[in-house]
């Protein structure tokens, strides 16, 4: 069967295909008088691509049974014109690494080498990846001597390619079949990667740069030293700077891999280049990759090199770089020995911190601010006081939002050390600026803290302090605002108990129901269906239901269908007198309702009466088929 078209479906056809023809061969009893010619009647074949230009060449496989095994027989390369979408060709590129089931498992996978090269020369980057992705997944499937014969070829070939793109697809496959091959098989890869890492064009240059580390993991300790590192000084002195910072991420897997005495030597004055590079790209890399290359090179090198380029990168002139650095702040200060670390966060770090607090990009500052918090716990309750305190109190104040939210996010750090109080005072106008944000996304994200806000500070300084901002919040005029808030409420009952809910909140809650705007009351259903969870059967039957069921004769019908769907929300958790005396003739009449929308989850709110009726009666002829009816294994609510 010849697979033409451009659709996604035809890659499924063509794996199904195989799988369908393999479980018949599977389940077929071949009978003697059967020929070759009888069961080629079976064949399945599928186009792949290769070249360029839309032309293509070879056939993926043609498969065929003999007596006792599937075998799969690579057809001739031919000139074939099959459909270039990308799209297709990057379904192929994924189907095909998973096919080596389908051509007669590993000793037949070598047949999809040729379809997987043809596809990881094509144009297109995503393509060529997947391409590449298949090829070395199925690497691991190859034999030694199949890794030799056909794979080691297919990547020398691509390697030596003339177009780019077959140079940057070689550069991805060096480090799976090195580790397999002979001695003399390695020096030929080792010698392709060489090259491709000198290459002309700066693209494969880049390719070769981004598996630098990857193919370092793999090689001898002695070629690390004579070849890996030479190439690695090449590429960090590149003229491109995208070439340069994939350098530096392949520093990181470099000096992991060699021994402490040979990293002053062969990796530091590189990596102190690309501290000081001229491009701002090179130097925000190493300020991303800078906790790594510390743990990578070690706490002596870090005390002598890495402290005072960490300086130099939260001084950079590029706010890009300054916020890279700001962002790795506390986990460089952990990292640091700790016979030295309180005396270079106090001397060398903190007065860069200082800063960067008053920095004029609001990015720095925020990176900063949320990772600042974090020193207290390393630098201990005496130097958070003296020294950090002023600092968070600043940034409490600042003119950016996203500051200030990063600071709140992050209090339970400073609870820990000094406790909350302290901050009480510069707090509380941060929270109600926050929380009165003309942008809705930052009034949400204050939303999500205030359960954590309201554990650390106590019930006390809740109520008197913020209650009313909870309030607030159900009736702001953003929907994504209301919602978050009655969840919030949720979750503060849950912290503070559902005594306080019925003294504090519940009033309130149950006052919006009179409040003209019909979106504000069904806030106070919504904000009831979440409480009666946590609020529990007494609270809500005495408190709640009363004012569900007073809302059903409301004049707005967006507020009646809601009530249906309060009732059918609680249901589960008022007992079985209530539903049947209470709820079901609400939902009757709700039934009997002129708009179609109340009528429907009206019905729909029916179907509980019965179903709970229903699980009830079953838990009760549980009890008695045991024998141990009692009012406490069988209780009302159900």
């Known amino acids: 069967m010849v697979v033409y078209g451009i659709e996604l479906r035809v890659l499924m056809v063509v794996t199904n295909s195989f799988k369908l023809f ?47 095994t599937t ?19 990057l379904a192929l590129a994924e189907q095909l690494g998973t096919f080596t089931p389908l051509v007669g498992g590993p000793e037949y996978v070598h047949c999809l080498l040729p379809p997987l090269e043809s596809l990881a020369t094509v144009e297109e980057t995503v393509v060529r990846d997947k391409a590449v992705e298949s090829l070395r997944s199925i690497s691991q499937e190859h034999s030694p001597a199949d890794l030799e014969a ?87 002195s590149d003229e491109q700077d995208s070439v340069r910072l994939l350098a530096v991420e392949a520093c990181v897997s470099i000096a992991q891999l060699l021994p402490q005495e ?74 640091l020995s700790s016979d030295c670390r309180e005396n270079v966060i106090m001397t060398q770090i903190l ?31 005496d130097n958070t006081i003296e020294h950090l305190l002023p600092l968070f109190l600043a940034q409490l104040k600042d003119e950016c939002p996203e500051v200030r939210l990063n600071i709140i996010s992050n209090l339970d750090c400073v609870n820990e050390v000094i406790g909350i109080r302290q901050l009480s005072q510069s707090l509380l106008p941060a929270i109600v600026e926050l929380a009165e944000d003309t942008k809705w996304r930052v009034r949400l994200a204050i939303i999500e803290y205030m359960p954590l806000l309201a554990g650390q500070l106590g019930v006390e300084f809740f109520d008197e302090k913020l209650n009313s901002l909870c309030m607030a919040w159900l009736v702001d005029h953003v929907y994504a605002i209301r919602e978050a808030a009655t969840s919030n409420l949720k979750k503060l009952v849950e912290k503070f108990g559902k005594d306080w809910a019925q003294a504090t909140i519940i009033p309130k809650v149950l006052a919006m129901s009179n409040d003209p705007n019909y979106l504000h009351r069904m806030t106070t259903l919504f904000c009831i269906n979440v409480l009666s969870d946590v609020c529990g059967q007494e609270i809500t039957t005495k408190h709640m239901l009363p004012t569900v069921v007073r809302m059903a004769g409301d004049a707005v019908p967006n507020v009646r269908f809601n009530v249906a769907k309060s009732l059918q929300k609680i249901g589960p958790i008022l007992d079985n007198s209530t539903l049947q005396n209470e709820v079901k003739p609400v939902l009757e009449t709700l039934n009997q309702d002129q708009d179609v929308d109340v009528k429907y989850f009206a019905q729909e709110a029916l179907t509980i009466v019965p179903m709970l009726r229903v699980r009830l009666i079953g838990r009760i002829c549980s009890c008695l088929v045991r024998g141990s009816f009692s009012a406490q294994m069988c209780p009302q609510r159900v």
């Open 71 to 89: 075998r799969l027989l690579p057809l001739e390369s031919a000139q074939h014109t099959i459909y270039d979408e990308d799209e297709v060709l």
């Open 150 to 236: 056909h794979f080691v070829p297919l990547v020398k070939r691509l390697a030596s390619g003339d177009w780019f793109t077959s140079r940057t697809s070689a550069c991805g496959l060096f480090s799976v079949c090195y580790p397999r091959v002979s001695s003399t098989v390695k020096a030929e890869i080792r010698q392709h990667f060489r090259n491709l890492c000198s290459d002309d064009t700066p693209m494969v240059r880049r390719a070769a740069a981004s598996k630098l580390g990857e193919f370092a993991k793999v090689l001898e300790l002695e070629y690390i030293k004579s070849e890996i590192i030479p190439m690695f000084t090449n590429l960090a």
């Open 351 to 381: 007065p860069c911190v200082k800063e960067l607090v008053s920095d004029a990009n609001q990015h720095v500052k925020s990176a900063l601010a949320s990772v600042i918090m974090g020193l207290s716990p390393i630098l201990g309750k």
């Open 262 to 335: 040979d990293l002053e030597s062969l990796v530091m004055p590189t990596l102190r280049q690309a501290t000081e590079d001229k491009s701002w790209r090179v130097r925000y890399m190493v300020a991303d990759k800078f906790t790594e290359l510390q743990k990578a090179v070690g706490p002596e090198i870090t005390k002598t090199d890495l402290v005072p380029a960490f300086q130099n990168l939260m001084k950079d002139c590029e706010a890009e770089v300054r916020a890279a650095a700001s962002h790795k702040v506390k986990e460089f200060c952990e990292n």
């Open 22 to 68: 393999q479980n018949q061969l599977d389940d077929r009893e071949l009978m003697e008088g059967d020929s070759q010619q009888d069961l080629a009647m079976c064949r399945t074949s599928a186009r792949s691509m290769a070249g360029t230009e839309g032309h293509f060449k070879g056939a993926l496989a043609t498969t065929v049974a003999g007596s006792d």
